[in-house]
């Protein structure tokens, strides 16, 4: 059976990285890439000291392509904390009817599926704000590079 060789990407010299290292625990090194060799990697971290990493040692590396606004990140994250909303919003109204299914209250102000629907809205709501605040925090995009 023949075996292929993988396309190599030219690791972006100058270019901010992450990589994360297979040494347990995973290492997690971020900084420019100043050189690369046959060997190694070398990377200056954010408090500018130099990091020689061994490419055996490589078991990720990621290239930044830049920062998503504010505003992005924080869609980007309130989109997907509304999605949790939602569904937590669906778990709960299901258990809310079969709640009410099994033991009804009739002398109640409202019925377990109503008072859930009237949770439905401020729960989707604080969860994409959540989702949203939390978006702020990874505003960096990080594209996958091949090993090297």
């Known amino acids: 059976m023949p075996t292929y060789a993988q396309p190599t990407v030219p690791l972006p010299v100058g270019g901010r990285v992450r990589i994360t290292r297979v040494e347990p625990p995973p290492a997690v090194i971020i900084g420019r890439l100043t050189q690369v060799d046959t060997a190694s990697l070398t990377v200056i971290n954010g408090a500018g000291s130099i990091v020689i990493v061994p490419r055996a040692e490589i078991a990720r590396i990621e290239h930044s ?3 998503r606004t504010a505003g992005a990140a924080f869609l980007r ?3 997907r904390g509304a999605l949790i909303g939602a569904g937590a919003t669906v778990v709960l109204l299901g258990v809310a009817y079969v709640a009410d299914r ?3 209250c009739h002398d109640c102000w409202a019925t377990a599926p109503v008072a859930a629907a009237a949770v439905s809205v401020p729960l989707t709501t604080l ?6 605040f939390v978006g ?3 505003q960096e995009r990080w594209t996958l590079l091949p090993s090297p």
Request: charged share 20%; aromatic share 6%; no cysteine.
């Open 136 to 138: 702020l925090r990874f």
């Open 102 to 104: 099994r033991r009804p």
């Open 127 to 132: 969860s994409a704000l959540v989702g949203g």
């Open 77 to 79: 994250g309130a989109g």
């Open 65 to 67: 392509e830049g920062h």
